[in-house]
């Protein structure tokens, strides 16, 4: 059983920088992503940011492409996104998920409990 556990959402104004963790715990197949979401307010859940296990590559949606980074921490086994220049679109739940790559709303396998995300001045 796969569990994932996120942390690090808050409210901050736009421009600035926040870094979420999802925290990952149980065997994920070498085939398999990890990746982020996003859900707005009467919005469909989003696509944000994927990275492969077997090889470590990543994928970002264009909206977010050049401002946020995902990482991998191996010591702690999380995956991290860095969120850079934030701008009120943003604002949104963040889900950490993890199924088989390439890593899509409707193939995702497992779920966190999602963070909130506020960009607001």
């Known amino acids: 059983q796969v569990q994932l556990v996120e942390s690090g959402g808050g409210m901050v104004q736009p421009g600035e920088s926040l870094r979420l963790s999802c925290a990952v715990s149980g065997r994920l197949l070498s085939s398999w992503a990890v990746g982020w979401f996003r859900q707005a307010p009467v919005k469909e859940r989003e696509f944000v940011a994927y990275?492969?296990?077997?090889?470590?590559?990543?994928m970002y949606a264009n909206s977010v492409k050049g401002r946020f980074t995902l990482s991998r921490d191996y010591a702690k086994n999380t995956r991290d996104l860095q969120m850079d220049n934030l701008k009120p679109e943003d604002t949104a739940v963040y889900f950490c998920a993890a199924g088989p790559g390439p890593l899509e709303v409707r193939n995702a396998r497992y779920w966190g409990q999602g963070t909130q995300v506020t960009v607001s001045s």
């Open positions: 990275i492969r296990q077997s090889s470590g590559s990543t």
